[in-house]
């Protein structure tokens, strides 16, 4: 069965510092990324795909189909980035499974 | 122009009232979803059609009832509502071969 895990439910870092969430995933067929954002209580948005390759906000993230993750990479973290970040994966159905969730803070 | 829309914003009710969420989107998406957050900011899908069928029927609580009029409305009504039943419920649409989910702004229902 598909599963999308981000280890960690809380991640605070300071303005100007890397950041990393990560998200590993398990699926048997081909697998489909993505980061989605919700900052505070507004709705999700999509952040990034992995088919498209591309930094949206500074924000990047690799498909390693060796290690099952799609880790998600800012190298300087910014205030307003501080949000709730969900990895999800898309199988069957166009279902997407979302991960728990990470709620990153960014400290002045 | 808002690409998805869900009415109510907020939805404030008694237990065993029985209510209903819209959902309408304009991006002439084939697939249309509903979603539960709860309190610990988990998501987790409960509903989803395409083109008026039901593709999608996760473990819900039968009072849990979604209905689609056409491909771009998708509305939940439930039936005699429980405290537990108290979330932020996330409609979404994307398209058959989709980039991702368009997510509405989300209704947030709290049951007394």
């Known amino acids: 069965a598909q599963r999308v895990t981000q280890p960690e439910k809380l991640l605070s870092v300071f303005k100007g510092a890397p950041v990393e969430l990560k998200c590993n995933y398990s699926?048997?067929?081909?697998?489909?990324l993505f980061w989605y954002v919700q900052y505070s209580r507004q709705r999700l948005q999509l952040l990034l795909r992995h088919i498209s390759r591309e930094s949206i906000k500074g924000f990047t993230a690799d498909l390693n189909k060796g290690e099952t993750s799609f880790h998600l990479k800012k190298p300087f973290a910014q205030e307003e980035d501080s949000a709730m970040y969900y990895c999800?994966?898309?199988?069957?159905?166009?279902?997407?499974?979302f991960g728990e969730g990470t709620q990153l803070t960014v400290n002045p | 122009d808002t690409a998805v829309s869900q009415t109510p914003k907020y939805l404030v009710t008694q237990m065993g009232n029985d209510k209903s969420i819209k959902c309408e989107q304009n991006l002439g998406h084939d697939t249309m979803y509903w979603y539960k957050q709860d309190s610990k900011k988990f998501l987790k899908i409960m509903f989803s059609y395409n083109n008026k069928e039901l593709i999608i029927n996760e473990t819900v609580p039968n009072r849990f009832s979604p209905k689609s009029p056409d491909k771009a409305h998708l509305n939940l009504h439930i039936n005699s509502l429980e405290l537990g039943d108290s979330a932020v419920y996330f409609c979404a649409s994307s398209r058959q071969l989709n980039y991702g989910y368009t997510f509405g702004s989300g209704t947030r229902l709290t049951v007394v």
């Open positions: 699926y048997s067929g081909s697998p489909e």
């Open positions: 999800a994966l898309k199988t069957s159905g166009s279902r997407l499974t």
